[in-house]
């Protein structure tokens, strides 16, 4: 199915306005540092960008999904960090507030993509940040390239991965589409529409937990002794509560001020 240009438009403004909007191993693929040519491929539902919100830092969970965020449903961390915020903010404690900044759901972005040269592999996941998600948009509403993922006309990307040397910097990705289009298929792939048929709902990419593994999982982060220091004497009373819920946690803290 061809883009959706309007719902592109829609995404790279809410992205460029701040606004809202882990899978599996074999399916994912992370660039190599240097220069790789990859191409972005169609999807049913004309959307090859799909954004996700996932929270990091809760013990050593790669990333957790983030069911509020993506779903509207129940998420114990956002409510958890949501409430370390106020106190924070109430209290003018910026340990506390920077506690809650890391349980904060982030965002990434995913796309299916075909890596030329590697063919054979199949299609990939590729997940990204935001510098590379908005020039992505760029290219498609751009009318110099517009559809850069049909399989007729449209255009292989050249994208190159750094890994800065410096301590406590990012990777930056740079991201050129070719300026000649050109065919998805060549004589490499036996059956384009075999491919194309490969691939997988992102949707369906992700370990979706419930409201109560979640719970124990952020549970298990505030009691253990690998959870992240702080030298916030309130912070430390919620990872005490080794046998209470977190509400229950907050709560006591609430009371004990």
Same mark, same amino acid.
């Given at each position: 199915?061809?883009?959706?240009?309007?719902?592109?438009?829609?995404?790279?403004?809410?992205?460029?306005?701040?606004?809202?909007?882990?899978?599996?191993?074999?399916?994912?693929?992370?660039?190599?540092?240097?220069?790789?040519?990859?191409?972005?491929?169609?999807?049913?539902?004309?959307?090859?960008?799909?954004?996700?919100? *996932?929270?990091?830092?809760?013990?050593?969970?790669?990333?957790?999904?983030? #069911?509020?965020?993506?779903? #509207?449903?129940?998420?114990?961390?956002?409510?958890? $960090?949501?409430?370390?915020?106020?106190?924070?903010?109430?209290?003018?404690?910026?340990?506390?507030?920077?506690?809650?900044?890391?349980?904060?759901?982030?965002?990434?972005?995913?796309?299916?993509?075909?890596?030329?040269?590697?063919? $054979?592999?199949?299609?990939?996941?590729?997940?990204?940040?935001?510098? $590379?998600?908005?020039?992505?948009?760029?290219?498609?509403?751009?009318?110099?390239?517009?559809?850069?993922?049909?399989?007729?006309?449209?255009?292989?990307?050249?994208?190159?991965?750094?890994?800065?040397?410096?301590?406590?910097?990012?990777?930056?990705?740079?991201?050129?589409?070719?300026?000649?289009?050109?065919?998805?298929?060549?004589?490499?792939?036996?059956?384009?529409?075999?491919?194309?048929?490969?691939?997988?709902?992102?949707?369906?990419?992700?370990?979706?937990?419930?409201?109560?593994?979640?719970?124990?999982?952020?549970?298990?982060?505030?009691?253990?002794?690998?959870?992240?220091?702080?030298?916030?004497?309130?912070?430390?009373?919620?990872?005490?509560?080794?046998?209470?819920?977190?509400?229950?946690?907050?709560?006591? *803290?609430?009371?004990?001020?």
């Amino acid at each position: 199915m061809a883009i959706n240009i309007e719902a592109m438009r829609a995404k790279l403004n809410a992205s460029k306005n701040g606004g809202k909007s882990g899978g599996k191993s074999s399916t994912m693929w992370k660039p190599k540092q240097g220069d790789q040519n990859i191409r972005i491929l169609p999807t049913a539902d004309g959307d090859p960008f799909r954004e996700f919100h *996932f929270h990091y830092n809760v013990g050593k969970n790669p990333g957790i999904y983030c #069911n509020k965020r993506n779903d #509207n449903g129940d998420c114990p961390i956002c409510d958890f $960090a949501s409430q370390l915020w106020r106190d924070g903010t109430q209290n003018d404690d910026q340990n506390i507030k920077n506690e809650a900044k890391k349980l904060f759901a982030r965002k990434r972005y995913y796309s299916p993509v075909l890596v030329r040269g590697n063919e $054979a592999d199949g299609v990939k996941i590729w997940a990204y940040g935001k510098t $590379a998600y908005e020039p992505l948009l760029g290219y498609v509403l751009d009318p110099d390239y517009g559809d850069i993922t049909d399989a007729e006309v449209g255009t292989d990307i050249k994208l190159t991965y750094s890994i800065p040397g410096t301590p406590g910097s990012f990777p930056k990705t740079v991201l050129q589409p070719r300026r000649r289009p050109s065919v998805l298929c060549d004589d490499s792939i036996a059956n384009c529409q075999d491919l194309l048929d490969s691939v997988p709902n992102i949707d369906n990419l992700f370990d979706v937990k419930s409201t109560e593994d979640v719970q124990a999982l952020l549970d298990g982060y505030l009691s253990s002794d690998g959870s992240a220091e702080s030298s916030s004497n309130e912070t430390q009373k919620f990872k005490q509560k080794t046998g209470e819920s977190v509400d229950k946690a907050f709560a006591a *803290f609430m009371s004990d001020e």
